[in-house]
């Protein structure tokens, strides 16, 4: 009987399926948590404007003010390097859109009174809550 000193041609071809068959299924995984983790990054901007609508409402009582470059409300902006395709601020509702790099999503936060009527409460809509992208 012969002493093996290496693999065989079809051990190295097994060894090459089993990887591949693994990348197959992490690639897709990973361009997903990519688009999330940018998309994560805009609504993390959201919270400046919902800050902002607050405090507007906070002094004017009146939602129908707070629109995004007035009432101290930021005007909208791209400060997360071309993620945000479009964000808006109508009547204190915040649209955000997102470009294709950060899953093309849409995020929409609503305020609406509490059951006090004295505090803001959000709520969010949108494309991303089916991928699970929204908070």
């Known amino acids: 009987m012969k002493q093996q000193n290496g ?5 190295m071809m097994i060894v090459v399926a089993i990887i591949g068959l693994i ?21 993390a901007i959201s919270n400046t404007y919902k800050t902002a609508v607050a405090l507007c409402y906070s002094e004017s009582n009146n939602l129908s003010v707070c629109d995004a470059g007035t009432q101290g409300i930021p ?6 390097g071309n993620l945000a395709a ?5 009547d204190g509702v915040i649209t955000m859109t997102s470009t294709e790099a950060a899953g093309n ?29 929204c908070k």
């Open 7 to 11: 693999f065989t041609l079809i051990e």
């Open 23 to 43: 990348a197959s299924f992490a690639l897709p995984a990973y361009h997903e948590h990519t688009m999330k983790a940018r998309f994560a990054e805009l609504n």
């Open 75 to 80: 005007g909208p902006a791209d400060p997360t």
């Open 86 to 90: 479009g964000m808006t601020v109508i």
């Open 105 to 133: 999503w849409t995020s929409v936060m609503t305020p609406s009174l509490s059951s006090s009527g004295s505090t803001l409460v959000w709520s969010q809509s949108g494309t991303c809550l089916e991928k699970g992208a």
